[in-house]
């Protein structure tokens, strides 16, 4: 379901669709489980490594209100994220007036024309989504939007 939403909405955007890539797959769900557990926090180490080596990292936390995740309800992450484009200014390729990169990075991290094939992964676990967008980073600024 995240990969045919995620998928529509680069269409909308002119990228190419992306398909489920396993070893990001499994390293966002594992990042998912220890956000999860408390293990871990914040966003995962970038470095030089595989398989985030190439990759931006979208998390989202339900609200502490008892309620958990499931596949389906990953949509309200996925809305979050794509809601972002409101603040994009599409003739700069730069956040609005006003915003920061971080008001607009989820959004460019789904629609980025340079993420191509197998590279995307989601991992759900108790009130986090972890989403994984790998290939190129991107940039503000780069008309890759």
């Known amino acids: 379901m995240a990969l045919k939403y995620v998928n529509l909405f680069r269409g909308n955007h002119d990228a190419d669709k992306v398909v489920l890539g396993t070893d ?32 931006w990292e979208n998390i989202y936390k339900l609200a502490d209100n008892g309620d958990t995740f499931d596949l389906e309800s990953t949509d ?12 994009y200014d599409f003739s ?20 980025w ?12 676990q108790g009130k986090y989504v972890v989403g994984w967008f790998c290939d190129e980073p991107n940039t503000s600024g780069s008309s890759d939007y």
Do not use: H, Y
């Not at 700069?92 to 915003?99: C, L, M, R, V, Y």
């Open 24 to 55: 990001q797959a499994k390293e966002a769900q594992k990042w998912a489980e220890g956000l999860s557990d408390g293990s871990k926090t914040g966003s995962s180490p970038t470095g030089g490594s595989e398989p985030r080596k190439k990759c």
């Open 76 to 87: 309200m992450a996925l809305k979050e994220w794509t809601d972002q484009e409101n603040d």
């Open 92 to 111: 700069t390729n730069k956040p609005k007036a006003g915003k920061k990169k971080a008001d607009t990075d989820k959004f460019t991290s789904i629609v």
């Open 113 to 124: 024309k340079a993420s191509k094939g197998k590279n995307v992964g989601f991992g759900i």
